[in-house]
Nanobody
Framework: QVQLVESGGGLGQAGGSLRLSCAAS????????MGWFRQAPGKEREFVAG????????YYAASVKGRFTISRDNAKNTLYLQMHSLKPEDTAVYYC?????????????????WGQGTQVTVSS
């Protein structure tokens, strides 16, 4: 059983930056593909970014590609999401998640462990 705890959310300004972290415990996150998802009010949870077990391969949703960067530090059991050029439409609760699959999982059902989420609010 892996426990995931996100941190780093808060209020940002349009055009600004925020960095989210996700600390894993109860297991080693290097055994899993890790991902970030987000859910805005009234919308379904959507995939944001994913990273493979080694950290060498990353993949993104079109809406954040070029602005967000996912990374991981397996020695620290920590996942990161660096967000630049923030937009008001990035406002959402952001979740980190772990998947036992291979490839580039993007669906919520492909991830089995989830954090509790951290709120990101971007003002215009």
């Amino acid at each position: 059983q892996v426990q995931l705890v996100e941190s780093g959310g808060g209020l940002g300004q349009a055009g600004g930056s925020l960095r989210l972290s996700c600390a894993a415990s109860g297991g080693t996150c290097r055994s899993y593909i890790m991902g970030w998802f987000r859910q805005a009010p009234g919308k379904e949870r959507e995939f944001v970014a994913g990273i493979n077990r080694s950290g060498r391969n990353t993949y993104y949703a079109a809406s954040v590609k070029g602005r967000f960067t996912i990374s991981r530090d397996n020695a620290k059991n920590t996942l990161y999401l660096q967000m630049h050029s923030l937009k008001p439409e990035d406002t959402a609760v952001y979740y980190c998640a772990a998947s036992p699959q291979y490839g580039t999982p993007r669906g919520t059902r492909e991830y089995i462990y989830w954090g509790q989420g951290t709120q990101v609010t971007v003002s215009s």
